[in-house]
Protein backbone atom coordinates (compact mmCIF):
# COMPACT_ATOMS: atom_id res chain seq x y z
CA UNK A 1 0.00 0.00 0.00
CA UNK A 2 1.39 3.70 -1.35
CA UNK A 3 1.29 6.31 1.40
CA UNK A 4 -1.63 8.32 0.17
CA UNK A 5 -1.14 12.20 -1.49
CA UNK A 6 -3.55 14.47 0.77
CA UNK A 7 -5.98 16.14 -2.04
CA UNK A 8 -6.82 20.26 -2.12
CA UNK A 9 -10.49 18.64 -2.22
CA UNK A 10 -9.39 17.55 1.57
CA UNK A 11 -8.26 20.48 2.29
CA UNK A 12 -9.63 24.04 3.51
CA UNK A 13 -9.83 26.53 1.14
CA UNK A 14 -8.81 30.04 2.92
CA UNK A 15 -10.93 33.21 2.45
CA UNK A 16 -8.58 35.86 0.69
CA UNK A 17 -6.02 37.76 3.21
CA UNK A 18 -7.89 39.84 6.08
CA UNK A 19 -7.79 43.82 4.70
CA UNK A 20 -8.41 45.52 8.38
CA UNK A 21 -7.85 48.84 6.88
CA UNK A 22 -10.94 49.13 4.49
CA UNK A 23 -13.36 50.49 6.16
CA UNK A 24 -15.81 51.76 3.24
CA UNK A 25 -18.72 53.55 3.61
CA UNK A 26 -21.72 51.49 4.08
CA UNK A 27 -24.08 51.41 1.09
CA UNK A 28 -27.21 50.85 3.03
CA UNK A 29 -30.06 53.58 3.44
CA UNK A 30 -29.20 53.78 7.21
CA UNK A 31 -27.12 56.57 7.07
CA UNK A 32 -29.98 58.80 5.45
CA UNK A 33 -32.91 57.15 8.09
CA UNK A 34 -30.51 57.97 11.38
CA UNK A 35 -30.88 61.67 10.01
CA UNK A 36 -34.62 61.65 9.47
CA UNK A 37 -35.53 60.01 12.69
CA UNK A 38 -32.97 61.04 15.34
CA UNK A 39 -31.51 64.18 13.90
CA UNK A 40 -33.88 66.08 12.00
CA UNK A 41 -36.58 66.62 15.02
CA UNK A 42 -34.27 68.51 16.72
CA UNK A 43 -33.47 70.56 14.04
CA UNK A 44 -36.76 71.32 13.12
CA UNK A 45 -36.46 73.38 15.84
CA UNK A 46 -34.22 75.99 16.05
CA UNK A 47 -35.87 78.31 19.01
CA UNK A 48 -33.58 79.12 21.68
CA UNK A 49 -35.83 76.98 24.09
CA UNK A 50 -34.69 73.68 22.15
CA UNK A 51 -31.02 74.96 21.61
CA UNK A 52 -30.71 75.41 25.15
CA UNK A 53 -32.14 71.75 25.98
CA UNK A 54 -30.26 70.33 23.36
CA UNK A 55 -26.90 71.77 25.38
CA UNK A 56 -27.99 71.29 28.55
CA UNK A 57 -27.79 67.30 28.00
CA UNK A 58 -23.76 67.80 27.70
CA UNK A 59 -24.01 68.87 31.36
CA UNK A 60 -21.70 72.04 30.06
CA UNK A 61 -24.00 74.83 30.78
CA UNK A 62 -23.11 75.81 34.62
CA UNK A 63 -25.86 77.14 36.61
CA UNK A 64 -26.79 80.68 38.57
CA UNK A 65 -25.46 84.01 36.66
CA UNK A 66 -23.45 82.22 34.11
CA UNK A 67 -26.07 80.37 33.06
CA UNK A 68 -28.17 83.51 32.11
CA UNK A 69 -25.70 84.94 30.06
CA UNK A 70 -25.45 81.85 27.92
CA UNK A 71 -29.03 81.92 27.60
CA UNK A 72 -28.89 85.08 26.58
CA UNK A 73 -26.85 84.84 23.93
CA UNK A 74 -28.67 81.79 22.92
CA UNK A 75 -31.19 84.51 22.45
CA UNK A 76 -29.15 86.27 20.11
CA UNK A 77 -27.80 83.59 18.04
CA UNK A 78 -28.50 83.24 14.48
CA UNK A 79 -30.60 79.67 13.31
CA UNK A 80 -27.45 78.93 11.55
CA UNK A 81 -25.53 79.16 14.36
CA UNK A 82 -28.07 77.39 16.84
CA UNK A 83 -28.17 74.30 14.64
CA UNK A 84 -24.41 73.94 14.80
CA UNK A 85 -24.76 74.63 18.64
CA UNK A 86 -27.90 71.17 18.62
CA UNK A 87 -25.27 69.50 16.57
CA UNK A 88 -22.66 69.37 18.56
CA UNK A 89 -24.69 68.87 21.52
CA UNK A 90 -26.11 65.39 19.77
CA UNK A 91 -22.87 64.64 18.71
CA UNK A 92 -21.45 64.54 22.32
CA UNK A 93 -24.96 62.95 23.67
CA UNK A 94 -24.25 59.97 20.80
CA UNK A 95 -20.39 60.02 21.28
CA UNK A 96 -21.11 59.07 25.19
CA UNK A 97 -23.71 56.77 24.21
CA UNK A 98 -22.03 54.68 21.50
CA UNK A 99 -18.75 54.29 23.68
CA UNK A 100 -20.46 53.20 26.97
CA UNK A 101 -22.24 50.62 24.90
CA UNK A 102 -19.13 49.38 22.95
CA UNK A 103 -17.36 49.58 26.43
CA UNK A 104 -20.13 47.19 27.84
CA UNK A 105 -19.80 44.31 24.72
CA UNK A 106 -18.76 40.84 26.52
CA UNK A 107 -14.94 40.11 25.98
CA UNK A 108 -12.13 38.51 28.46
CA UNK A 109 -10.46 40.63 30.90
CA UNK A 110 -7.07 42.50 30.23
CA UNK A 111 -5.14 39.26 32.06
CA UNK A 112 -7.07 36.66 30.16
CA UNK A 113 -7.00 38.55 26.82
CA UNK A 114 -3.04 38.21 27.15
CA UNK A 115 -3.70 34.72 27.38
CA UNK A 116 -5.84 34.48 24.17
CA UNK A 117 -8.85 33.49 25.98
CA UNK A 118 -10.66 35.83 23.27
CA UNK A 119 -10.07 33.58 20.64
CA UNK A 120 -10.73 30.37 22.63
CA UNK A 121 -14.23 28.22 23.15
CA UNK A 122 -15.15 27.73 26.85
CA UNK A 123 -14.38 24.49 27.70
CA UNK A 124 -18.33 23.46 28.27
CA UNK A 125 -19.12 24.84 24.60
CA UNK A 126 -20.11 21.68 23.17
CA UNK A 127 -22.30 20.55 26.41
CA UNK A 128 -23.89 23.96 25.97
CA UNK A 129 -25.17 22.99 22.72
CA UNK A 130 -23.87 26.51 21.08
CA UNK A 131 -21.71 27.04 18.14
CA UNK A 132 -18.79 29.52 19.39
CA UNK A 133 -16.54 31.55 17.36
CA UNK A 134 -13.89 31.95 19.83
CA UNK A 135 -15.22 33.28 23.25
CA UNK A 136 -18.68 34.56 21.80
CA UNK A 137 -21.60 32.36 20.58
CA UNK A 138 -22.02 32.73 17.21
CA UNK A 139 -25.48 34.57 17.50
CA UNK A 140 -23.23 37.29 19.18
CA UNK A 141 -20.68 38.00 16.80
CA UNK A 142 -23.65 37.90 14.82
CA UNK A 143 -24.96 41.01 16.60
CA UNK A 144 -21.48 42.80 16.99
CA UNK A 145 -20.99 42.78 13.43
CA UNK A 146 -24.21 44.52 12.63
CA UNK A 147 -23.92 46.74 14.82
CA UNK A 148 -20.57 47.78 14.50
CA UNK A 149 -21.56 49.04 10.97
CA UNK A 150 -24.71 50.58 12.04
CA UNK A 151 -22.31 52.82 14.68
CA UNK A 152 -19.62 53.30 11.80
CA UNK A 153 -22.79 54.72 10.14
CA UNK A 154 -24.12 57.25 12.54
CA UNK A 155 -20.49 58.15 13.56
CA UNK A 156 -20.43 59.47 9.77
CA UNK A 157 -23.39 61.04 9.90
CA UNK A 158 -23.03 63.25 12.88
CA UNK A 159 -20.85 65.64 10.31
CA UNK A 160 -18.16 65.81 13.60
CA UNK A 161 -15.30 67.34 11.10
CA UNK A 162 -17.55 70.32 9.98
CA UNK A 163 -18.27 70.82 13.97
CA UNK A 164 -14.66 71.36 14.63
CA UNK A 165 -14.13 73.23 11.51
CA UNK A 166 -16.99 75.41 12.95
CA UNK A 167 -15.44 76.20 16.35
CA UNK A 168 -11.96 76.53 14.64
CA UNK A 169 -12.79 78.91 11.97
CA UNK A 170 -15.05 80.76 14.94
CA UNK A 171 -11.68 80.95 16.66
CA UNK A 172 -9.48 82.34 13.99
CA UNK A 173 -8.30 85.78 14.63
CA UNK A 174 -9.90 88.40 12.99
CA UNK A 175 -6.60 89.99 11.80
CA UNK A 176 -5.78 86.66 10.28
CA UNK A 177 -8.81 85.76 8.80
CA UNK A 178 -8.70 89.08 7.39
CA UNK A 179 -5.71 88.62 5.30
CA UNK A 180 -7.09 85.28 4.03
CA UNK A 181 -10.65 85.31 3.21
CA UNK A 182 -13.04 88.43 2.58
CA UNK A 183 -15.48 87.84 5.46
CA UNK A 184 -18.74 89.68 5.33
CA UNK A 185 -19.36 92.56 7.57
CA UNK A 186 -22.31 91.25 9.53
CA UNK A 187 -20.46 87.92 10.11
CA UNK A 188 -17.54 88.92 11.73
CA UNK A 189 -19.57 91.62 14.09
CA UNK A 190 -21.42 88.54 15.06
CA UNK A 191 -18.51 86.65 16.12
CA UNK A 192 -17.90 89.98 18.53
CA UNK A 193 -21.31 89.36 19.94
CA UNK A 194 -21.60 85.51 20.28
CA UNK A 195 -18.68 85.05 22.52
CA UNK A 196 -20.26 83.64 25.02
CA UNK A 197 -22.07 80.76 22.70
CA UNK A 198 -19.42 80.55 20.68
CA UNK A 199 -17.66 79.51 23.57
CA UNK A 200 -20.24 77.05 24.76
CA UNK A 201 -19.83 75.49 21.41
CA UNK A 202 -16.33 75.06 21.99
CA UNK A 203 -16.66 73.42 25.54
CA UNK A 204 -19.08 71.07 24.29
CA UNK A 205 -16.87 69.89 21.28
CA UNK A 206 -13.82 69.39 23.47
CA UNK A 207 -16.07 67.69 25.78
CA UNK A 208 -16.87 65.35 23.22
CA UNK A 209 -13.36 64.89 21.52
CA UNK A 210 -12.11 62.02 24.31
CA UNK A 211 -15.26 60.19 23.96
CA UNK A 212 -14.89 60.52 20.46
CA UNK A 213 -11.18 59.16 20.47
CA UNK A 214 -11.85 56.41 22.08
CA UNK A 215 -15.10 55.12 20.57
CA UNK A 216 -13.03 55.25 17.44
CA UNK A 217 -10.13 52.83 19.44
CA UNK A 218 -12.83 50.41 20.80
CA UNK A 219 -14.22 49.99 16.74
CA UNK A 220 -10.64 49.28 15.69
CA UNK A 221 -10.06 46.89 18.06
CA UNK A 222 -13.75 45.18 18.03
CA UNK A 223 -13.18 45.29 13.99
CA UNK A 224 -9.83 43.20 14.61
CA UNK A 225 -11.63 41.04 17.18
CA UNK A 226 -14.81 40.14 15.03
CA UNK A 227 -12.37 39.61 11.82
CA UNK A 228 -9.83 37.25 13.66
CA UNK A 229 -13.15 35.27 15.08
CA UNK A 230 -14.67 35.01 11.02
CA UNK A 231 -11.23 33.15 10.04
CA UNK A 232 -10.93 31.20 13.03
CA UNK A 233 -12.98 28.02 11.91
CA UNK A 234 -11.66 27.56 8.58
CA UNK A 235 -7.75 27.91 10.24
CA UNK A 236 -9.08 24.62 13.13
CA UNK A 237 -10.19 23.04 10.12
CA UNK A 238 -7.14 23.38 7.81
CA UNK A 239 -5.31 23.13 11.31
CA UNK A 240 -6.83 19.82 12.14
CA UNK A 241 -6.47 18.58 8.46
CA UNK A 242 -2.65 18.98 8.64
CA UNK A 243 -2.47 17.03 11.63
CA UNK A 244 -4.23 13.90 10.73
CA UNK A 245 -2.36 14.08 7.46
CA UNK A 246 1.02 14.04 9.23
CA UNK A 247 -0.23 11.20 11.90
CA UNK A 248 -1.42 9.42 8.77
CA UNK A 249 1.97 9.12 7.52
CA UNK A 250 3.45 8.25 10.09
CA UNK A 251 1.25 5.76 11.09
CA UNK A 252 1.89 4.35 7.32
CA UNK A 253 5.75 4.79 8.41
CA UNK A 254 5.83 3.27 11.90
CA UNK A 255 3.73 -0.17 10.16
CA UNK A 256 6.06 -2.47 9.36
CA UNK A 257 3.54 -4.42 6.77
CA UNK A 258 2.56 -0.63 5.31
CA UNK A 259 5.79 0.68 4.71
CA UNK A 260 7.10 -2.12 2.77
CA UNK A 261 4.85 -0.97 -0.19
CA UNK A 262 6.03 2.60 0.56
CA UNK A 263 7.84 3.43 -3.01
CA UNK A 264 10.24 6.92 -3.64
CA UNK A 265 8.07 8.32 -5.63
CA UNK A 266 5.01 7.97 -3.13
CA UNK A 267 7.26 9.04 -0.01
CA UNK A 268 8.06 12.56 -2.47
CA UNK A 269 4.53 13.23 -3.35
CA UNK A 270 3.39 12.54 0.34
CA UNK A 271 5.74 14.65 1.56
CA UNK A 272 5.53 17.29 -0.75
CA UNK A 273 1.92 17.70 -0.74
CA UNK A 274 2.39 17.90 3.60
CA UNK A 275 4.67 20.63 3.49
CA UNK A 276 2.26 22.92 1.09
CA UNK A 277 -0.63 22.47 3.89
CA UNK A 278 1.92 22.98 6.89
CA UNK A 279 2.92 26.37 4.42
CA UNK A 280 -0.18 27.26 3.47
CA UNK A 281 -1.38 27.02 7.33
CA UNK A 282 1.42 28.80 8.58
CA UNK A 283 1.25 31.97 6.35
CA UNK A 284 -2.70 31.85 7.66
CA UNK A 285 -1.51 31.77 11.16
CA UNK A 286 1.13 34.82 10.46
CA UNK A 287 -1.69 37.28 8.93
CA UNK A 288 -3.74 36.63 11.55
CA UNK A 289 -1.26 37.27 14.24
CA UNK A 290 0.33 40.37 12.15
CA UNK A 291 -3.16 41.53 12.36
CA UNK A 292 -3.01 41.21 16.42
CA UNK A 293 0.38 42.54 16.56
CA UNK A 294 0.37 45.10 19.15
CA UNK A 295 -3.07 44.61 20.46
CA UNK A 296 -3.38 43.14 23.88
CA UNK A 297 -5.79 40.05 22.34
Do not use: C
Amino acid sequence: MALTTPTNSHFPRFDPPIDVDSHSPSKSPRRKAFAIKELDPLLANLSPDSTLKALRTTETIPGGAAQDALTSSIVDASSSEREIGIRAAFAAQKLREWRTEVTQWKWPNKTERTLGLGFTPPPNAEALGVEYLGSLPMDLVDQYEGRLEEIRDDLDSLGIEEIKDHVLEAHVPASKAETTTIQPLGLRTSYGRMRDFTALITATVIQALPDLAKLNILLDEWDIRLKVLRNLPKFRLGLVTVQSGIQSAMQELRDAELSRSITDASYDSKKVALGEQVSDLGRRADRLLDILEGHED
